[in-house]
């Protein structure tokens, strides 16, 4: 699947279609994030997460309110649900652009004893992959210089003294 062709028609379709950026009911829209998402968790075997609507609608709401501040800050009401942020030049990156900002932390992760140790490095990432997460949904919105997307996570992931990844569990091998 080429992510590129198929997130630049589905951006430039739903962008059109609301001045404060793409719907979130947007399906090759939320297919591409979507995939983004599963194929990082699947290359460090998470499972893969499933599209959030309502996740979306609360993405969407932040998003629109930080697209039109210019000012990147987290939702300080928001206590129930993981939550990554991007924002960049208005027009100027594509989806996969924003996400890869995120995915891109795996090297510093690579390079730590653990996730807690930087998690203002590589919390991005670690909560897309965090193995606990089973839901995700995004929103997308424009201001006059800024592009914000926000992406939601249920149950949230970055939980203290816990691991990203899945727990492993050991085999025994009888004689």
Known sequence: MM????ASAALAASA???A???AVSDAPWQD???ALHNRERAAVSSPPLRWSADLARDAARWAQRLAASGVLQHDSANRSEGENLWMGTRGAYRVEDMVAGWAGEKALLRRMRSWQDGVHRVGHYTQM???GTTAVGCGLAQGRSFEVLVCRYDPPGNVWNQSPYRARTAV???P
């Not at 992510?3 to 198929?6: D, E, K, V």
């Open 16 to 18: 059109a279609a609301s």
């Open 172 to 174: 025994a091998i009888r």
């Open 129 to 131: 992959i965090w193995s």
């Open 3 to 6: 992510f590129g062709a198929l």
């Open 32 to 34: 591409v994030v979507l």
């Open 20 to 22: 404060t950026g793409p």
